[in-house]
């Protein structure tokens, strides 16, 4: 088959070009390099540097494609809370133009990247795709409109598209920022050197970490699985795990004696998140196979930045 990833040098997309062209598929990668690190592409996938908005440079690279994974977009929570309109642009913005893009040149499906972080705080757990999406950030309502955009354009038009709501994805390669980073990345750089660790809240509070091979399972299911058109599909590990307890592991992992602090202030963020996978079981034969213990000794092991100075 023939791929288009956008945001294709970024965390999730790159892992997931590498899987597709060790495959033997034909991939073709558009990223604006703003925080994607080409390096980590294989030299087999065709990258391009450039806008999502972009319409003429999509037209280009859409040319025969038969199935689009749609990844570029703005992540950070925080950051989205002091930018909005920038997030707006890019994750909102940019899906609109691709949408318009695949529906001039005649693409056959499309695969939406989204967030759990959609669902905001819900009273019922596990996070089943029909609760009402209750967004708490920027971020989390730029990705509800890119979905509802996908969906919309895509019935419209004829387009086959699947969304996928991928829960907290972690693993080797994912992107740490001095500012806002990820926290499991940051945990385990931290705990490494025998820093510290910054709990938000009473750590107290859940989310759902999926390892990074399981999310590329799940994405590259959606390419060809039948009967998902029109579907949103939770991705997750089905685990809720609480921030004390991912600081447990951290430490157990790493054998470092960071410092662990608690900040009072709460971010604001979810109390609780766990994904119901029934669906994604159901539609793409999905099935996490990479507990969090053994998710975290890989990081460590296998993505040398969070072992430097």
């Given at each position: ?25 034909a991939?073709?990668?558009l ?42 977009a ?15 642009t ?8 691709l ?12 695969v ?22 209750n967004?708490?950030?920027p ?8 979905e ?14 699947v ?9 080797p ?22 820093g510290?660790?910054?709990v ?20 590259a ?6 009967g ?21 592991q951290?430490v ?29 079981r ?12 053994v ?15």
């Amino acid at each position: 088959m023939r791929f288009l990833i956008t945001g294709a040098a970024g965390f999730l997309g790159s892992a997931l070009a590498n899987r597709l062209a060790a495959e033997g598929h034909a991939v073709r990668g558009l990223d604006d390099l703003s925080t994607g690190n080409p390096q980590s592409l294989s030299p087999d996938i065709f990258l391009t540097r450039g806008d999502v908005n972009d319409r003429p440079k999509l037209w280009t690279l859409l040319q025969d494609v038969d199935c689009v994974f749609h990844l570029a977009a703005r992540v950070s929570v925080p950051e989205s809370v002091l930018y909005p309109r920038e997030y707006n642009t890019v994750n909102v913005g940019g899906t609109v133009t691709l949408m318009e893009a695949t529906r001039d040149v005649g693409v056959r499906r499309v695969v939406l990247v989204s967030s759990g972080a959609v669902y905001g705080d819900q009273k019922e757990q596990p996070l089943t795709e029909n609760a009402t999406p209750n967004p708490r950030s920027p971020y989390a309502v730029s990705k509800l409109a890119a979905e509802y955009y996908v969906r919309t354009i895509g019935m419209l038009w004829g387009i086959e598209t699947v969304i996928l709501r991928v829960f907290n994805a972690y693993g080797p390669g994912q992107h740490l920022p001095p500012v806002h980073a990820p926290v499991i990345p940051y945990f385990l750089r931290q705990a490494f050197h025998n820093g510290t660790l910054v709990v938000h809240g009473d750590g107290t509070q859940t989310r759902d970490y999926v390892y990074i091979d399981d999310v590329v399972n799940a994405m590259a299911s959606a390419a060809t699985a039948s009967g998902v058109d029109q579907k949103t599909i939770n991705v997750g590990s089905g685990v809720e795990t609480s921030t004390r307890d991912l600081v447990r592991q951290v430490v157990e992992v790493t054998g470092g004696s960071p410092e662990v602090v608690y900040n009072p202030r709460n971010e604001g963020g979810p109390r609780r998140m766990r994904a119901d996978l029934t669906l994604a079981r159901k539609l793409l034969s999905y099935q996490p196979l990479t507990p969090l213990s053994v998710g975290l000794r890989n990081t460590l092991e296998q993505d040398p930045k969070i072992r430097q100075n």
